[in-house]
Nanobody, 126 residues
Framework: QVQLVESGGGLVQAGGSLRLSCAAS????????MGWYRQAPGNQRELVAD???????NYADSVKGRFTISRDNAKNTVYLQIDSLKPEDTAVYYC????????????????????WGQGTQVTVSS
């Protein structure tokens, strides 16, 4: 069974930086688009950034110039470098993969779609 596990969240002062990581586990063959979303209390979950397996990145307007998404396909890991943090960046950050191709125990290959991590809290103090 494939899963995503985030790490790197925490409490940071405004203007500081954090680096979030999200590692996919399982007998993975390939991963499609990987992305970071966030959800603040009382708000809907929103896309922060996503990146294709070829490295093409897309950002929400609110984070352009401050957030950088990257991925290491060999490690099945996606990163989010967050700089110049603002209090309004406070949220739970979730990792997502739109599709993962993996091997089952029998050796056959199967797709799992729309996989989410458990989330990591980012809190920015003013």
């Amino acid at each position: 069974q494939v899963q995503l596990v985030e790490s790197g969240g925490g409490l940071v002062q405004a203007g500081g930086s954090l680096r979030l990581s999200c590692a996919a586990s399982g007998s993975i063959v390939s991963i499609g688009v990987m992305g970071w979303y966030r959800q603040a209390p009382g708000n809907q979950r929103e896309l922060v950034a996503d990146i294709t397996s070829g490295g093409s990145a897309n950002y929400a307007d609110s984070v352009k110039g401050r957030f950088t998404i990257s991925r290491d396909n060999a490690k099945n890991t996606v990163y989010l470098q967050i700089d110049s943090l603002k209090p309004e960046d406070t949220a739970v950050y979730y990792c997502n993969a739109d599709r993962i191709l993996a091997y089952s125990r029998s050796g056959s290959r199967y797709y799992t779609n729309d996989i989410w991590g458990q989330g990591t809290q980012v809190t920015v103090s003013s």
